[in-house]
Every structure is written in structure tokens, then in C-alpha cells.
């Protein structure tokens, strides 16, 4: 009967996280001494790709510094609020004191406390004096970007936090609302400064490096302590150097000029064919495992774009509040601006102007999209030469249609029209491929609105090459997905992406498990941890 359904789901999900923190234990037994000379702080999640490593790489760090293992809940903001309601509080006693869910995981692979953040008087006086002085010197949205705690910069961070929190597309500098977050961010921020002043911390472990997750992250590496992010697709280093996501990018062209000629040949026609193959439609390419449906679907609409004299500009979309800043600082605050600053230049009818949604995804993408969608639409009423075309309006359609010209910020598009002769032109400095010729990257937002006025005078030539040797050293060369079992192989088992991120993924893990094949990633971890390198390449 359906009433049984959630017993018997929570009997099912706790004989596998059962079986899966006896597993732990029998793998890591005990950490090398009893002596430990600092802690390895580890974040405190529900994420179950990230648990896996984690327990490898945290128990590899530990026995390296002869140190103890502790979790800090980084969630804040996102998930947990800054301070705890007498319901959290009694919620986090229960849990913590009866072994429950995450916390028995936890301690299955050797973590000693598990913590949340707790403000002191002092830091809410601190924070209060800092938060006086900031707002009073912001004037634009920018202006946000520039906030620096002890000369940590969060303010990216910040931002995109705010976003996401109330999923909103834009800031309101005169929301109270924004002014209480911002005194609770810094407050955040000062808590994990005087946390490393007072304890030996050796290393941390997190699961992204956007969001309030990488203010942590951040305070370690301006403290010179190595700070490593895991998610299930890669495992890289945040130093003060590279503090974004894919900072690495800046290497793509060492790592092609370091390899011979005929490797760069095979990886070439390896990045060929997989970008064939992802624009006749098919999924499982290198960089769109999480994807359930292709944006180069074969389905034809009727035509939605019309045939005229007039160049013809695609503007496809991001989601508002999906860490705009994390590759960081574009020529927009955000993208709800990028998209007012096009909406007032379509005014002009130059141009013929089409805005393209990301092609419909099932699971927790659905929530996201239809959000963004009415977000558009509100836009697109005081616009009204822009043409939204449906998000499952195929790429394929598009080109087949002789659009002239692409817009993005940073987007995948980037890299996908290029290959047919169509110019795309970003809206960033700062994007992955900011040192490849395949994609035109103006020098300012004065320069970017000086191009898009003079579109025809564009001289764009394509460059397969400098294309193919980009999506090679990022998407194969430098892919670090198969750190334990093979991705594609842990895809066809569980169909979609969302389902990856279920109690389901231990029982694969403990059914598939190889001691060779685990004392060989080990040495992996290790030699990373013990190297200089920014990601694991696997």
C-alpha cells in the first residue's frame, strides 16, 4: 500500500547507509596516531558524490599531518541560516548526539567534531563597524565586487550568495534586506579569520568554490594552507593565484605546447569527433554528462526567425542566479543587467534580435528555468524587438536559419557556433578561453557596446584549431571525472544526473569496489596533495 511507501523507503535508505559506514570503517580503520598535531576541516554536506572522496582525501591529509579530522557545516546562507533557531539548534543536538543520517557518515570515516559556525560579540561589533564603512562607498552593483575582508576579497562571493539565497535575478542597493545579509556575510567571513588564528588548521576540504562555500576556502589560501575542492566532476587546488573556478585555464596553451605532435593530433581528432557527435544531438559527451536532453535536438519548430536584410543576433540566456561571478568579474554585475543593456540596444532597430532559454532539463533544472523564463518575459515587455524563441528551439534550427551573431557572457556557445563560422562575442573578459582566437572577447563594456553597434563591420574568420585545441586540454585532457569508477559507466546505472546525488550511489560505490583499483587512486590523491598541480587529471 502507498502508506507503507516512506517506511519502507526509510528502512531501505538506512540499510545502505548502514552498510556503507561499516564499509568506511572497515577501510580506514584508525588514523595513524593518537598524537594529532592540528585538524583537517572537512565540510559538512548532504551531498553524496562528495562524501566519497572526501573520506579518501581527508583520511590521506590527516595521516600526512598526523592530524585530526573535523567538519564545519558550509552550507550558511544557502541551506542553513547564520544563526540558529532553538529548532535548529535541537534538530543539530539530536543528530550530532544520536549518530543520525550525515553525521554517522561522517564519523564512519574518522571525523572527530562536527561544528557550525557561532558569532562572538566581538565579531558582531567588528562586522558592524566594517558593514558601516562598505555600504557608505557603494554607488553601483560593481562597486559590491570590491569588498575585501583583512584583504581577502569576497565580495563575488557575496553577490552571487545573495542571488541564490532568494533566487532573485538583480540586487536592490537600497533593500534593507541586502544591508542585514551583508553585515551576516561579513560576520561569517570574520568567524573563519579567527578560527585559523586560533586553531592548527592543515588543510580543507570543500565542495565548491562559489557561494558562501568558498569563503572557507578563500581564508585558507590567504593563510597559505591548501584548500582542495571535490564535486563529481573535478578535484582541483584554490590558491590565492587561481581563486575561481577553472583558473587553470590560463594553462591550456602550456599543456598543448608541452605535448608532441602527433598526441596533439589524436587529441585534436578526439575533440572532433565528440563535438560531432554532441551537434548531431547525442548526450554523453565529455562536458554535458549532466544534461538529459541536447540543445541540438533534430526536432524542428516552425520558423520563428524571420527572413530580412538585417543582421540577425541570438542572445542565448543565463540563469539569473547561477554563480554569475564565478569564472569572476564581467562587463555586467549580473545578468539581468546584460540583458537590460541589450533590451535598450534592440531600441535602436539595427538589428534583428532573438533571446534563446536553455533547452528544457528535467529534475531540479525545471524549477530553475521556468523561474528564468518569467523573469524574461517581464524583461522582454519593455523590449519588444527581442523574440524569445522556446528553450527547445534546437541550436541545429538556429544555424540552419543563417543566424549572423551570438551573444553570451561565457556560455558554452562560446566554443559550439565558432565550429559552424558564426561569431560569438562575450560579455566578459574572464572567461575560460580568454587566451584562445576561436571567440571574439572585447577589452571593455565600452568596447563590447562599440562592437554590437558595428556588427557589420565584424571580420570574423574561423579557427578550428585554436577551437580544438581548447576543448581538448579543458574537456579531455584536463577531465578529472573518473577519480573512483567511471563516469559514463555511473551514468548509465543511474539514467539522469539528479539521481547520482542519492543514498543509492553508496551501495554502487561498496558493490564496485576494487581494493587495486583503490590503493591506485590513493597514490593519485597523494601524489596531488603532495604536488603542485592545480587538479587531479585522470
Request: glycine residues 2%; proline residues 2%; charged residues 30%.
Amino acid at each position: 500500500m502507498r502508506i507503507f511507501k516512506p517506511i519502507e523507503n526509510f528502512f531501505k535508505s538506512k540499510k545502505i547507509i548502514d552498510d556503507y559506514c561499516l564499509f568506511n570503517k572497515r577501510l580506514f580503520n584508525k588514523l595513524l596516531s593518537n598524537k594529532k598535531k592540528g585538524e583537517i576541516l572537512v565540510e559538512f554536506n548532504a551531498f553524496q558524490p562528495f562524501h566519497i572522496p572526501a573520506s579518501i582525501m581527508s583520511n590521506l591529509l590527516a595521516n600526512k599531518f598526523l592530524a585530526k579530522i573535523n567538519s564545519y557545516v558550509g552550507s550558511t546562507f544557502i541551506v542553513s541560516p547564520l544563526k540558529y533557531t532553538y529548532i535548529n539548534i535541537l534538530k543539530w543536538k539530536i543528530g550530532n548526539y544520536f549518530n543520525l543520517k550525515t553525521f554517522k557518515i561522517y564519523r564512519s570515516f574518522n571525523t572527530t567534531n562536527i561544528f557550525y559556525p557561532k558569532i562572538d560579540k566581538q565579531i558582531e561589533l567588528e562586522a558592524k563597524i566594517i558593514v558601516k564603512k562598505f555600504l557608505k562607498k557603494i554607488k553601483t552593483k560593481d562597486d559590491i565586487l570590491k569588498l575585501k575582508i583583512k584583504k581577502i576579497p569576497i565580495g563575488d562571493l557575496l553577490y552571487d550568495t545573495y542571488l541564490k539565497k532568494d533566487f532573485i535575478a538583480t540586487i536592490n542597493l537600497n533593500d534593507q534586506k541586502f544591508h542585514i545579509y551583508t553585515e551576516d556575510y561579513i560576520k561569517l567571513t570574520l568567524f573563519w579569520i579567527k578560527y585559523f588564528k586560533l586553531n592548527n588548521v592543515k588543510a580543507v576540504i570543500g565542495s565548491q568554490s562559489i557561494y558562501s562555500y568558498g569563503i572557507l576556502l578563500r581564508v585558507a589560501a590567504y593563510n597559505n594552507i591548501s584548500a582542495y575542492v571535490l564535486d563529481p566532476e573535478h578535484i582541483f587546488k584554490v590558491t590565492k593565484k587561481k581563486l575561481y573556478f577553472l583558473s587553470d585555464s590560463a594553462d591550456y596553451k602550456k599543456i598543448i605546447n608541452s605535448l608532441s605532435k602527433e598526441k596533439i593530433k589524436e587529441g585534436k581528432n578526439l575533440a572532433k569527433q565528440k563535438l560531432k557527435n554532441k551537434f548531431r544531438g547525442k548526450l554523453g559527451g565529455v562536458e554535458d554528462l549532466s544534461l538529459n536532453k541536447s540543445s541540438f535536438g533534430k526536432k524542428m519548430h516552425k520558423s520563428l526567425i524571420k527572413k530580412s536584410k538585417k543582421i540577425k543576433i541570438l542572445i542565448c540566456s543565463h540563469e539569473f542566479n547561477d554563480a554569475v561571478h564565478i569564472y569572476g568579474k564581467n562587463f555586467f554585475s549580473d545578468m539581468y543587467e546584460w540583458l537590460e543593456f541589450l533590451g535598450k540596444l534592440s531600441n535602436q532597430n539595427k538589428y534583428d534580435w532573438y533571446l534563446k532559454t536553455h533547452t528544457k532539463q528535467p529534475g531540479k533544472f525545471k524549477i530553475y528555468q521556468e523561474a528564468d523564463v518569467k523573469i524574461m518575459k517581464e524583461i522582454l515587455k519593455k523590449y519588444k524587438n527581442i523574440k524569445l524563441l522556446p528553450g527547445n528551439y534546437s541550436h541545429l534550427q538556429i544555424i540552419k536559419e543563417k543566424i549572423d551573431v551570438v551573444l553570451t557572457v561565457y556560455g558554452s556557445v562560446s566554443y559550439e557556433y565558432p565550429f559552424f563560422n558564426i561569431p560569438v562575442i562575450n560579455a566578459s573578459k574572464n572567461v575560460p578561453f580568454k587566451f584562445n582566437k576561436f571567440s571574439i572577447i572585447p577589452k571593455s563594456k565600452r568596447d563590447y557596446k562599440k562592437k554590437l553597434q558595428r556588427l557589420d563591420r565584424i571580420n570574423y574568420k574561423k579557427n578550428e584549431d585554436d577551437l580544438l585545441e581548447y576543448y581538448f586540454a579543458r574537456f579531455i585532457y584536463n577531465d578529472s571525472r573518473n577519480w573512483l569508477f567511471d563516469f559514463k559507466s555511473l551514468l548509465k546505472t543511474f539514467k539522469t544526473w539528479d539521481r547520482i546525488h542519492h543514498f543509492n550511489l553508496y551501495k554502487y560505490y561498496v558493490n564496485n569496489f576494487n581494493m587495486h583499483n583503490f590503493e591506485k587512486k590513493k597514490k593519485l590523491f597523494l601524489n596531488f596533495i603532495n604536488s603542485k598541480e592545480y587538479r587531479i587529471r585522470t
